[in-house]
């Protein structure tokens, strides 16, 4: 593994998309149809929850030039982070701007295993990466990772509000922080999906339910076994959506299923639009064959970032495109 996790392979969303096609192939002899009318797809390598988006290791900011540059000084003396020199003052310094990025860090100069994870967290972010235990976490002021966490425009790690125009979190087991980017993302499908419910004879309806985004700490809850209830969800890129239910109240405590009578599929293209609308959102898992029938029949420019999955039939999950930083 080299040592800066954000410099090596770069893949545009089109690239992930057509590898993810290729290993995500699957013929239509060999898809499904259940009695509810759900499509059943057989097993992908990279479908559904995977370990990487679209089956590539994706170390990427891909951080493009630009005639202004957008970095600032990384004040540092020598490399901070596992194996590395971690001078007192380098290792304060590198804690001090994790904290200004919303990193639950104290700035002692002590380089303690909270400060590798949230390097490691910053730089999945970055990448894209939907694991990030297996980045390398060494800082440099000539590298890439340096150059990212000190960028103008660096990610931000942040805690999900209760709620806003046209949406709430429901999340209950602390699935409540993330990217900033991704929060904006949600806020801006909230003030679009408010629109719709403005124009709504009742004056009201369900809005759109923020379920799982991160853990604070970039980790996933286990299932019986010891089994993780996530692969994603590490790095505030996610999102998962609970359905809607027709005639439900603004907030509904039980969710859903796409082949239940109760399912609103017309409210919930409505709150697909919302996210898939924009440009930040990669893709969108979901199976529900009509929804995606009605998106392409209208010619939606979004309908190709609609993926059929398995894992995806009581919520829908949004994937965040990285960001990309300028020098």
Request: with cysteine; hydrophobic share 35%.
């Amino acid at each position: 593994m080299a040592d800066d996790p954000v410099s090596a392979l770069t893949a545009t969303t089109a690239t992930r998309k057509m590898v993810a096609a290729e290993e995500c192939d699957r013929s239509t002899a060999s898809t499904s149809t259940t009695a509810a009318g759900v499509v059943r797809l057989p097993p992908a390598k990279h479908c559904g929850r995977i370990p990487e988006r679209g089956g590539l290791p994706l170390p990427a900011p891909a951080m493009t030039s630009s005639s202004a540059s957008r970095s600032l000084e990384i004040p540092l003396a020598a490399t901070v982070g596992t194996r590395a020199t971690n001078r007192t003052d380098d290792v304060r310094v590198i804690q001090k701007r994790l904290a200004e990025l919303g990193f639950p860090v104290k700035a002692d100069g002590v380089f303690r295993p909270e400060v590798s994870r949230y390097l490691k967290i910053f730089a999945s972010m970055c990448a894209g990466r939907e694991q990030w235990t297996d980045l390398a976490d060494k800082v440099a002021a000539n590298n890439d990772l340096g150059r990212a966490l000190f960028h103008k425009d660096a990610p931000r790690w942040v805690e999900v509000a209760p709620g806003g125009p046209g949406w709430v979190s429901i999340d209950r087991d602390g699935y409540n922080w993330g990217a900033a980017k991704t929060l904006e993302v949600v806020d801006k499908a909230g003030q679009r999906y408010q629109k719709y419910l403005d124009k709504q004879a009742s004056g009201s309806g369900v809005r759109i339910m923020v379920n799982d985004i991160s853990r604070k700490q970039g980790t996933v809850l286990a299932k019986g076994k010891g089994i993780p209830e996530h692969q994603t969800h590490r790095n505030g890129l996610d999102i998962d959506l609970r359905l809607p239910k027709k005639g439900g109240d603004a907030v509904q405590q039980i969710g859903t299923h796409v082949g239940w009578a109760d399912y609103d599929r017309d409210t919930m293209f409505v709150m697909i639009e919302a996210f898939a609308s924009q440009p930040e959102v990669e893709r969108i898992l979901f199976n529900d064959p009509k929804l995606l029938e009605r998106a392409k029949r209208e010619s939606k420019p979004w309908a190709d970032k609609l993926v059929l999955d398995n894992e995806h039939i009581h919520h829908a999950h949004v994937d965040i495109v990285p960001p990309r930083l300028e020098r």
